[in-house]
């Protein structure tokens, strides 16, 4: 093997433990600040969990997106699309649906995620998520 291919392979190794580091610590962690909310899904098995997710705003409706890669709550989510939320004390009841076509260029495009966040959870895909009151 060549010394470039192992110095690129090596950068590769490394920026994947960047990756895996900051994930598992976001996951661990969940830091809260304004705007973050706790939704809470259920498991086919019906357990329920919560995970700390950014509330976002298009179009006076509300949203959260799967920014990671670790995607459960997710998949959750549209498997049981009856989630609950939790903010400033108060729980409300809402049915997650999921966003496609127009309606994700425009929630993407008004809630931009900053390249060096992007760089730093390994590009994953971003999906959306419409919370509809119920």
Do not use: C
Request: aromatic fraction near 12%; hydrophobic fraction near 40%.
């Amino acid at each position: 093997m060549s010394l470039v291919k192992k110095i690129l392979l090596i950068v590769l190794v490394v920026y994947i433990g960047i990756v895996v580091l900051f994930e598992s610590w976001l996951g661990y962690s969940q830091p809260q600040g304004e705007g973050m909310v706790t939704i809470n899904t259920t498991s086919d098995e019906g357990a329920t969990s919560g995970r700390v997710v950014s509330l976002l705003k298009s179009n006076e409706n509300l949203y959260i997106a799967r920014n990671h890669w670790p995607k459960r709550w997710y998949d959750q989510a549209l498997a049981n699309p009856k989630i609950t939320v939790e903010s400033a004390g108060t729980t409300t009841n809402y049915l997650a649906v999921p966003v496609t076509g127009e309606e994700y260029n425009r929630v993407d495009s008004d809630n931009p995620l900053p390249t060096f966040f992007r760089f730093l959870t390994g590009f994953p895909p971003r999906h959306f998520i419409r919370l509809d009151p119920r």
